[in-house]
């Protein structure tokens, strides 16, 4: 039997709301991907609009300018699968957030346990 391709995992999730949305159809999968968010993650979501909107930029700006702005990170990991995704990202180091907002986006944050890959 051959080995797995090149980019793929041959482990599967234990449970589908920790899954990466599906490649059958990328707006198919994002929407499948936003029904399976957790209830309790809908306040932060509101609040990064929020705070986006304020500032006039995409929330997809602002999610990682928010990560730079904790310590230590050394590279935040952006999963970019067009190139507008990466300028979001990039355009985030030129968006320092001030104290009032972070405490804006981080407010609504409930912990949870983690969910991942059975090794």
Do not use: F
Not at 24 to 39: F, K, L, N, Q, S
Request: proline share 13%; net charge positive.
């Amino acid at each position: 039997m051959p080995g797995p391709r090149r980019g793929s995992c041959r482990r599967r999730p234990r449970s589908r709301s920790c899954a990466a949305p599906s490649r059958a159809g990328e707006r198919a999968g994002a929407r499948a991907a936003h029904e399976d968010r957790p209830p309790e993650s809908e306040g932060v979501v509101e609040a990064l609009r929020a705070v986006a909107a304020g500032r006039g930029v995409p929330p997809a700006r602002v999610a990682p300018a928010w990560l730079l702005g904790k310590q230590p990170v050394a590279a935040p990991i952006t999963g970019a699968t067009r190139p507008g995704h990466l300028d979001d990202a990039l355009a985030a180091l030129d968006l320092p957030l001030d104290a009032e907002e972070a405490a804006r986006l981080e407010a609504p944050y409930t912990p949870r346990s983690p969910c991942g890959y059975a090794w």
